[in-house]
């Protein structure tokens, strides 16, 4: 590909994962198809628009291909991206212990290969906090998303600082704490518009509303 066309194709994918970050998911879909090879970029691309239009079976084949060029290229970051993604694959299709399972299975690369991550570490700690709330498992949930936010406030990304509180504010509200429930969700909601993630912001006021009016119901 003479370099003309790679910058075409880098300026087009950009454009495609910010459609995408901005939930205009049918142009991002658009944008990424009239890309003519395929990486890991588009692959990963192309797995979250199949998510967004619930087409598991497609969304899971394109992460394979991820992993299995990763694991052909012995590349161990790729690799625990791939696995990452793949999980939340089957946590969307709620296949909660599956998920579970890939999200450890990612969590020993992440602490044999890059065991000064914090990043790589909070963030593979939430799915594993989180997974644990959707398997019912609160007590072990709570201990592990607050271990994720400790993790996650040593970095700079408020998508992660986010995730953690609105993963906590979760468990807060399962377990009827409607107050810190509300605390955990506002925080999140800060860092979410700090971030400019306005799917993230979207799904939180959602949340928020399920908290007002469990406090109203009590």
């Known amino acids: 590909m003479n370099t003309r066309k790679e910058n075409m194709t880098e300026e087009q994918l950009q454009k495609a994962w910010q459609a995408l970050f901005d939930g205009q998911y049918q142009l991002a879909k658009q944008l990424v198809s009239q890309i003519d090879q395929d990486n890991y970029s588009t692959l990963n691309l192309k797995a979250y628009i199949a998510l967004e239009e619930k087409d598991f079976a497609l969304a899971r084949q394109f992460l394979k291909d991820y992993y299995a060029q990763a694991v052909s290229e012995k590349n161990l970051e790729e690799q625990h991206i791939g696995l990452h993604q793949l999980a939340m694959v089957e946590r969307e299709e709620e296949h909660f212990q599956k998920a579970y399972d890939l999200i450890m299975t990612e969590a020993t690369i992440i602490t ?53 509180y609105r993963g906590l504010a979760e468990v807060m509200l399962a377990k009827g704490d409607i107050k810190m429930a509300k605390s955990d969700a506002q925080k999140a909601l800060v860092c979410f518009e700090k971030a400019g993630d306005t799917v993230g912001v979207a799904g939180l006021k959602n949340l928020m509303a399920q908290i007002n009016s469990q406090g109203r119901s009590l």
Do not use: M, R
Not at 141 to 156: C, G, I, P
């Open 112 to 164: 044999e290969h890059f065991p000064d991550d914090v990043l790589k570490k909070s963030v593979n700690l939430y799915e594993q906090g989180y997974l644990q709330f959707k398997l019912e498992n609160i007590h072990l949930a709570e201990e592990l998303l607050q271990e994720t936010l400790n993790l996650a406030l040593q970095t700079d990304d408020f998508v992660n600082h986010a995730c953690a």
